[in-house]
């Protein structure tokens, strides 16, 4: 069983940064791939990075450089650091977990209720 709780979000100016966190619960033997995505009103689920077991991680090419995942296992939490953040950057952040290779295109099964970030 996997439970995913994000935390983090809010409205900041362009330029700044933000981190937001997920709380998760993962009552499974094998640690699974991670990762954010975001979703604008009227748009698709667009994957902005992911990491897995190891700390292996990959970006959407619209956040490298600039947003930062990681995840502590011991302490049970993903975290998403953004920073010189842009408008197009709002939405809807989600927290997922699934199994398999990890990239954004993993069967992500699991979802968090997500928190907004808002640019302007």
């Known amino acids: 069983q996997v439970q995913l709780v994000e935390s983090g979000g809010g409205s900041v100016q362009a330029g700044e940064s933000l981190t937001l966190a997920c709380a998760t619960v993962?009552?499974?033997?094998?640690?699974?791939?991670m990762a954010w995505f975001r979703q604008v009103s009227g748009r698709e689920r667009e994957g902005v990075a992911a990491?897995?077991?190891?700390?292996?991680?990959t970006y959407a090419d619209s956040v490298k450089g600039l947003f930062t995942i990681s995840r502590d296992d011991t302490k049970n939490t993903l975290t998403l650091q953004m920073t010189s953040l842009k408008p197009e950057d709002s939405g809807m952040y989600y927290c997922t977990a699934g199994w398999g290779y990890c990239d954004l295109q993993t069967d992500f099964q699991y979802w968090g209720q997500g928190t907004q970030v808002t640019v302007s």
């Open positions: 990491i897995d077991g190891d700390g292996r991680s």
């Open positions: 993962v009552e499974t033997i094998r640690r699974p791939c």
